[in-house]
Structure formats: structure tokens, C-alpha cells
């Protein structure tokens, strides 16, 4: 072969995907895609100019390696003379490239020539139309394929709500665990649910801000399992607003009794919602008292916090907070 041949072969971008890392273990891997394609595009002599993977779902529009693919083709449109540009893409099959009509028009708007080797397919704007309406049935079949699983996902997590199982990634506090019967569910995560139960119980004195009991939470390690994230001010309000804390979780616009074992009492989270309201009440209307000895005495029965509040105007009346439960003191 004469080396002005070589500086002339056509180049070719390869893509691969996989749905998730749990398909990429039972067969479709990545590496037996990158064979097959790279073996292809050998027997074609394309030059591969570059390689795109992505280990992800395809159901939205915007995969990492695809939109890095994109803007590749979209670049050797404008830096590249037309014969020198690349315009060939090689895939595995058609569901390995989109499962969304999204993804499917952009491809289609950069007039590439897409070779779908295990369909023995090259398909570009030259193609016939009865091969183009093929391809377009096997797109909207991938579709119909994702959404049909999406169904049946939501299907499947509606019934484990209704049996009382929390049926998704369980919330700071609690971990996932796989019961006997194999279906997963929540239990009290070691590391951090007595960590959660403190933040209900500071926040429920009254004595403290979202801003203090996060900074004290911080200081005391409450992080997220995986990313050892600690705890923003938003993080900690949706904890304190969360009712599986005390056994019941909401899903698919109904509230469901949960089997889980919940970290606090139902007595307490209701407290932690009213001093919520409470202080939510003080920062949109102006503050006409100030409770002298609030945060200062605390219940010689049980040891809660006291709060106060004003009756016919002008009496100030402390009590106990009760977030231990209902005290007998007046």
C-alpha cells in the first residue's frame, strides 16, 4: 500500500454501551463490544479516530460519552475539509445506540453513516427509504423496550410499598439489605442512625437553628455512606420532614405504613414539626417578644427543654416542650 493511500483511509468513531454495571456483568460487556468493533473496523481498514463508552442508561437523552461523541462528529464538521471529515460510526447494534427519539434525530441531523454490525446495517443518508423505515421500527421497538421495563419497575416498586417495603435507595440513617426471601429492604445503618435520631432530638428542644444542628451534626460525622458527604442545611431539613424516621414513607402520591423499624417516635417527629412551623412563623412576622429564659431552664420532671408562649396578650406562660412525650407537669 503507497503511504498517499494510508494518509487517505477513512476514519471511523466506535461506541459502546452498556444499560448498567449489573448487565456489563452478565454478558454485555464492554470489552467483547470494543472486539467486535475494533475487529470490524480493521477488516473495513477505517482508521478509529476515537472511542466512546458509556455505562448508563439510555432512556434520557444526554449520556456522557454520547454527547462527547456528538460533539466530535459536529467538530470534524467545521475543522475538517468534507473529505477529510470523519463521518462514520461504528455500533454494535441499534439499541446499543439510542433508546430515545431524542438521540435518534440528532444522529439523523449529522448525516452520518452508522454501521450496525451484528444487523449487518450501514445505514446513511443514501440508504433506501425502506431501509431507513426498518431502522426507524427497530428505534421505536428499543423505545417501546425501555419504556415497557420502566412500567414494569414502577409496577414492581408500587407492590413492595403496598406490602409496607420501602422500595428504593434507603434515606441517610438507614442502609439497604437483601431480606431472606431476596427482596431488598431498609434497616438501621450502624454508622449513622443513632446519629440521626440526635439531630431529631437537638432540633426538637427548640434551643437550635437548621444552621446549629447541622453544624453539630457536621462535627459529629453525619455523612452519607458512599460519597462520605456530610450533611448540608437542606440535607438536614429533609431528614427532619421525613416520616419513614418514625415508620411511615410516602410513594406514588400515598402514604404507606412501613415494616422497617423506625429510629424515633411518632411524639417526636410531630414535635420537630411544630418547632419548625414555629420558627418558620418567627422569620416571616416580626418577633414581638422575647422569651427571657428560653433555652435557659429546662423540665425538673423529665428534663425537656421550655419553651413559652403569650395568652390574652400580655401573660407569658413557659412549659415543657414534651418532645420526650407528653409530661404530666403543667
Same mark, same amino acid.
Given at each position: 500500500m503507497r503511504k498517499s493511500d494510508v494518509q487517505y483511509r477513512p476514519t471511523a468513531v466506535i461506541y459502546a454501551r452498556v444499560s448498567s454495571k449489573e448487565q !456489563?456483568?452478565?454478558?454485555?460487556?464492554?470489552?467483547? %463490544? /470494543?472486539? /467486535?468493533?475494533?475487529?470490524? $473496523?480493521?477488516? %473495513?481498514?477505517?482508521?478509529?479516530?476515537? !472511542?466512546? *463508552? =458509556? *455505562?448508563e442508561t439510555a432512556k434520557r437523552?444526554?449520556? +456522557?460519552?454520547?454527547? $462527547?461523541? *456528538? =460533539?466530535?462528529?459536529? @467538530?470534524? +464538521?467545521? +475543522? @475538517? +475539509?468534507?473529505e477529510h471529515a470523519c463521518r462514520i460510526l461504528l455500533v454494535e447494534k441499534t439499541d446499543r445506540l439510542y433508546r430515545n427519539l431524542k438521540d435518534w434525530v440528532t444522529l439523523d441531523d449529522l448525516a452520518l453513516e452508522i454501521h450496525f454490525i451484528k444487523e449487518n446495517v450501514v445505514l446513511s443518508r443514501d440508504s433506501r427509504s425502506s431501509e431507513k423505515f426498518i431502522h426507524g421500527i427497530k428505534v421505536l421497538m428499543a423505545k417501546n423496550y425501555i419504556d415497557n421495563l420502566s412500567e414494569e419497575t414502577k409496577k414492581g416498586m408500587l407492590e413492595k410499598a403496598e406490602q409496607g417495603i420501602y422500595p428504593t435507595v434507603a434515606p441517610l440513617g438507614y442502609h439497604n439489605v437483601a431480606r431472606a426471601d431476596g427482596k431488598k429492604t431498609i434497616e438501621p445503618d450502624p454508622d449513622t442512625a443513632s446519629l440521626v435520631v440526635r439531630l431529631f432530638e437537638w432540633y426538637a428542644s427548640g434551643n437550635y437553628s437548621l444552621k446549629d444542628v447541622t453544624k453539630m451534626a457536621r462535627t459529629a460525622g453525619l455523612a452519607f455512606r458512599k460519597s462520605g458527604t456530610k450533611v448540608t442545611k437542606s440535607t438536614v431539613h429533609k431528614i427532619l420532614t421525613n416520616s419513614i424516621y418514625y415508620g411511615d414513607f410516602d410513594w406514588a402520591g400515598k402514604r404507606y405504613q412501613g415494616i422497617h423499624e423506625p429510629l424515633i417516635s411518632q411524639g417526636l417527629f410531630n414535635r420537630v414539626q411544630e418547632v419548625l412551623t414555629d420558627k418558620g412563623n418567627r422569620r416571616t412576622h416580626q418577633q414581638k417578644h422575647h422569651w427571657a429564659f428560653q433555652g435557659l431552664v429546662s423540665c425538673g420532671h423529665c428534663g425537656c427543654a421550655f419553651t413559652a408562649e403569650v395568652k390574652k396578650g400580655r401573660y407569658v406562660y413557659y412549659h415543657c416542650t414534651g418532645y420526650k412525650g407528653k409530661c404530666p407537669e403543667k
Amino acid at each position: 500500500m503507497r503511504k498517499s493511500d494510508v494518509q487517505y483511509r477513512p476514519t471511523a468513531v466506535i461506541y459502546a454501551r452498556v444499560s448498567s454495571k449489573e448487565q !456489563e456483568k452478565e454478558g454485555f460487556s464492554i470489552p467483547a %463490544q /470494543l472486539k /467486535l468493533l475494533r475487529g470490524y $473496523a480493521a477488516e %473495513q481498514h477505517f482508521t478509529i479516530l476515537q !472511542e466512546y *463508552v =458509556d *455505562v448508563e442508561t439510555a432512556k434520557r437523552a444526554g449520556r +456522557t460519552g454520547f454527547t $462527547a461523541m *456528538v =460533539d466530535c462528529f459536529k @467538530k470534524q +464538521t467545521t +475543522t @475538517k +475539509t468534507p473529505e477529510h471529515a470523519c463521518r462514520i460510526l461504528l455500533v454494535e447494534k441499534t439499541d446499543r445506540l439510542y433508546r430515545n427519539l431524542k438521540d435518534w434525530v440528532t444522529l439523523d441531523d449529522l448525516a452520518l453513516e452508522i454501521h450496525f454490525i451484528k444487523e449487518n446495517v450501514v445505514l446513511s443518508r443514501d440508504s433506501r427509504s425502506s431501509e431507513k423505515f426498518i431502522h426507524g421500527i427497530k428505534v421505536l421497538m428499543a423505545k417501546n423496550y425501555i419504556d415497557n421495563l420502566s412500567e414494569e419497575t414502577k409496577k414492581g416498586m408500587l407492590e413492595k410499598a403496598e406490602q409496607g417495603i420501602y422500595p428504593t435507595v434507603a434515606p441517610l440513617g438507614y442502609h439497604n439489605v437483601a431480606r431472606a426471601d431476596g427482596k431488598k429492604t431498609i434497616e438501621p445503618d450502624p454508622d449513622t442512625a443513632s446519629l440521626v435520631v440526635r439531630l431529631f432530638e437537638w432540633y426538637a428542644s427548640g434551643n437550635y437553628s437548621l444552621k446549629d444542628v447541622t453544624k453539630m451534626a457536621r462535627t459529629a460525622g453525619l455523612a452519607f455512606r458512599k460519597s462520605g458527604t456530610k450533611v448540608t442545611k437542606s440535607t438536614v431539613h429533609k431528614i427532619l420532614t421525613n416520616s419513614i424516621y418514625y415508620g411511615d414513607f410516602d410513594w406514588a402520591g400515598k402514604r404507606y405504613q412501613g415494616i422497617h423499624e423506625p429510629l424515633i417516635s411518632q411524639g417526636l417527629f410531630n414535635r420537630v414539626q411544630e418547632v419548625l412551623t414555629d420558627k418558620g412563623n418567627r422569620r416571616t412576622h416580626q418577633q414581638k417578644h422575647h422569651w427571657a429564659f428560653q433555652g435557659l431552664v429546662s423540665c425538673g420532671h423529665c428534663g425537656c427543654a421550655f419553651t413559652a408562649e403569650v395568652k390574652k396578650g400580655r401573660y407569658v406562660y413557659y412549659h415543657c416542650t414534651g418532645y420526650k412525650g407528653k409530661c404530666p407537669e403543667k
